[in-house]
């Protein structure tokens, strides 16, 4: 489980179009990478949720039911999340 505020937009329009409908209706974007290895990457975009001041506490909360999560571009860092570990 990766949390994310932000996805790379660059060349790819399908992803695109599900971002600006999940900001439209300010749900949070859930979105499954495929990897070729055998290890998918599932990817939570909050910043539709308009909420900034409570990202923090809902990707401590993500990865900590997640057993080896991490979050990932998380601008607003509460100082008890820690990047690496993901709690």
Known sequence: LSL????SRAG???LNTY????DARAVPLICLHKG???EDEV???LSPL????HFAEIARVCSAAHPGATVEALEVLSPS???TTGG
């Not at 308009?50 to 001041?53: D, E, F, Y």
């Open 36 to 38: 070729k290895t055998g």
């Open 81 to 83: 999340l820690d990047k």
């Open 43 to 45: 990817i939570l975009d």
């Open 4 to 7: 994310s505020l932000s996805l």
């Open 19 to 22: 971002r600006s409908w999940s």
């Open 50 to 53: 308009r909420t900034p001041q």
């Open 12 to 14: 790819a329009p399908l």
